[in-house]
């Protein structure tokens, strides 16, 4: 066969892949183990499952999926700009935020245009910055998070956009309000700058963003958020972007008719008004952060604050320590592939699930 891989662009031949977390149903297969008895804290997921509210619009909906959705998502962007007071035009719903992340990037970037983004920042932004054949630019961490000067540093003439992830994944770290606001201030205005906000429930609430009242002094702000972490909805894919109305249109004019489905539709739009719900998620990490933390660190480990649901932990030979925790029917996340090749990320779960990861990784450093 003649090799058609050549005849792919080479920017689109050079990116590697996204590594997921391990399917649960995947490691059961190669380990012959029940999938009830594995624990996975690999991928930031909600571990109280998912709202009985968004169940109840889903179940409602079925009966509806041989109509095409609505691919103006009213019902959700009605949600949306109720509960943040934005108006509808300054919304574009995806499938996932990361679905949104890249639309940001195929509105407004072009093949040689810049976009900076910081070393172990989340691994979506270099991957949709190549993918258009732009110019990743990467900042080195400060404490293993953005370095805002750095990556104001690095603006030049071609720069079109800049990633913020905050809080970051996947080290956790945070920029307070006033020094993000003196960044938004000092990046030229004709340079987008993507925030994106996945763990903003997370935060307790006097650390809560503030920046989607600050659409209206930034025109080039674009804010995303999901559905996936904190509303449980990570298997249904919906996030969205809120900006000035005159990019989310730009923005929208890439987006496919119909990239939101009507059950993930009605599901989001259900639980985004489930505060209940978010509120019992947080207080659930809030424990699980603790009980993690205070874990490890009686193990001798040291981990990197983290302000999410998630955390990193520093252990010698993390490859090897991951494949073991795997043969205890444990998942957890290699970060390798973020420069942090001696930490691995475990996401919060369950007290019984924390403490499972927590008796694991005793035995695996005790060498049992
Ligand atoms: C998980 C995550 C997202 C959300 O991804 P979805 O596509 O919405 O599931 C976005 N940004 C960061 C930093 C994340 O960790």
């Not at 030049?156 to 770290?173: C, D, S, W």
């Not at 000035?244 to 119909?258: E, K, L, S, W």
């Not at 691995?344 to 035995?363: D, K, M, P, T, W």
């Amino acid at each position: 066969m003649k090799n058609l891989t050549q005849i792919v662009p080479s920017h689109v031949r050079g990116i590697a892949p996204y590594q997921p977390g391990k399917p649960i149903s995947e490691l059961a297969r190669e380990m012959g183990l029940e999938e009830g008895s594995i624990v996975k804290l690999a991928s930031n997921e909600n571990p109280l499952g998912v709202s009985p509210k968004a169940l109840a619009a889903m179940a409602a909906t079925l009966q509806d999926i041989a109509r095409y959705p609505d691919g103006n998502g009213f019902v959700l962007k009605d949600a949306i700009s109720r509960k943040y007071g934005i108006a509808q035009s300054q919304i574009v719903l995806g499938n996932g935020s990361n679905d949104v992340l890249e639309l940001a990037a195929r509105a407004f970037l072009s093949p040689g245009t810049e976009v900076v983004f910081s070393q172990h920042a989340f691994a979506v932004y270099p991957l949709v910055t190549q993918a258009i054949g732009a110019v990743g630019v990467m900042t080195p961490a400060k404490n293993y998070g953005h370095d805002l000067d750095a990556m104001l540093a690095a603006i030049t003439q071609n720069t079109r956009m800049i990633f913020v992830a905050n809080p970051n994944n996947p080290t956790g770290t945070w920029i307070d309000k006033q020094a993000l606001h003196a960044f938004l201030s000092k990046v030229p205005n004709d340079v987008m700058v993507v925030l994106d906000e996945a763990y903003d429930e997370y935060l307790p609430d006097d650390l809560k963003s503030e920046a989607i009242g600050w659409i209206a002094e930034f025109d080039n702000l674009i804010l995303t958020r999901t559905l996936s972490k904190a509303y449980g909805l990570a298997g249904l894919r919906v996030g969205f972007l809120v900006a000035n109305a005159a990019v989310a249109d730009m923005i929208n004019r890439v987006r496919q008719p119909f990239n939101v489905n009507n059950v993930a539709l009605a599901a989001a739009a259900a639980v985004l008004d489930d505060e209940d719900f978010v509120r019992r998620t947080r207080e659930l990490n809030d424990a699980g952060m603790k009980q993690l933390t205070e874990g490890v660190a009686r193990l001798g480990l040291e981990y990197i604050p983290s302000y999410g649901n998630f955390v990193c932990v520093r252990v010698e030979n993390a490859m090897e320590v991951y494949r073991k925790l795997l043969q205890k029917g444990v998942i957890v996340r290699p970060v390798g592939n973020y420069e942090l090749p001696d930490f691995l990320r475990v996401s919060i779960g369950l007290e019984s699930e924390n403490a499972r990861f927590l008796q694991a990784l005793e035995e695996v450093l005790q060498g049992r």
